[in-house]
C-alpha cells in the first residue's frame, strides 16, 4: 500500500534516483567526506593524545618497577672481613696460624681468606641476578611502551573507522542534502572517537597495550 502511495505522489523515475543517491551517499560519499573529516581535524589530536598516553603509562610502570634488593648488611660485614684481613697484624698473624703442616688451617681444613673471597663472589652474583631481572622488567616496560607509541596512527584509524561507522547515516543525509541538514553527531564526532576509544577495542587489536 505504502509503495503504490509514493509512486502515486512521486514518479517512480524520481523515487528510483532518489533511492540511488541516497544509496551513494550511504555507500560511499559520506563515509569518504567522514575519513576527509577525521584525518584533518581529530587524527592528529587523536594520536597526540594516544602517545602521551602511552608515554605516562609506561613512565609510571617504570617507576613502580621494584629495585633490585641489596641486602646492605651482607654488603658491610664483607667490607669489614676483607678490612680486617688487610690490615698488617691480622695479615701476621693468619700466616703465622696457617704456616707449616701444623697450621690450623690445615688442620681444620678452614681458610679464612677463602671463606671470604668465595662469599664475595656468591654476594656479587646474587647481586647481578637481583640487576639482570630489573634490567629485564624494564626492557619490557620500554618494549610495549615503543610498541604503543609506534602503534598511535593505526589505533586513531581504527578509532575513526569505529566512529565512522556509527554515524555513517548521519553522514549520508549529511552530504545527501547537499549539507543543508546538519545532524549533531557531526559537529559531535570528536566525542564519538572518544567513546570508541574509551572501548579499547582498538587498542587489542593493534596490540598498543600489550
Request: proline fraction near 5%; charge should be negative.
Amino acid at each position: 500500500m505504502i509503495p503504490n502511495i509514493l509512486t502515486d505522489v512521486v514518479p517512480r523515475a524520481l523515487l528510483a534516483g532518489g533511492l540511488a543517491w541516497g544509496a551513494v551517499n550511504y555507500v560511499l560519499i559520506g563515509p569518504k567526506l567522514a575519513e576527509r573529516v577525521a584525518a584533518a581535524d581529530h587524527m592528529p589530536a587523536c594520536t597526540a593524545n594516544v602517545a602521551a598516553l602511552a608515554a605516562r603509562a609506561g613512565e609510571e610502570q617504570l617507576a613502580a618497577l621494584p629495585l633490585p634488593q641489596v641486602d646492605y648488611a651482607a654488603e658491610q660485614a664483607l667490607i669489614l672481613a676483607e678490612g680486617m684481613l688487610r690490615i698488617p697484624l691480622v695479615d701476621w698473624a693468619y700466616d703465622a696460624a696457617n704456616s707449616g703442616p701444623g697450621g690450623l688451617g690445615s688442620v681444620f681444613d678452614f681458610d679464612p681468606r677463602q671463606q671470604v673471597a668465595d662469599a664475595r663472589r656468591a654476594y656479587e652474583r646474587s647481586k647481578q641476578a637481583a640487576m639482570e631481572t630489573w634490567q629485564r622488567s624494564r626492557d619490557q616496560v620500554l618494549t610495549r611502551t615503543a610498541s604503543r607509541l609506534a602503534a598511535s596512527d593505526d589505533i586513531c584509524g581504527c578509532i575513526a573507522d569505529v566512529a565512522i561507522a556509527e554515524t555513517r547515516m548521519d553522514w549520508a543525509l549529511y552530504t545527501g542534502s547537499l549539507t543543508l541538514y546538519r545532524p549533531a553527531s557531526i559537529d559531535g564526532f570528536a566525542g564519538r572517537m572518544a567513546q570508541a576509544a574509551r572501548a579499547g577495542s582498538c587498542e587489542r587489536q593493534a596490540g598498543g597495550a600489550s
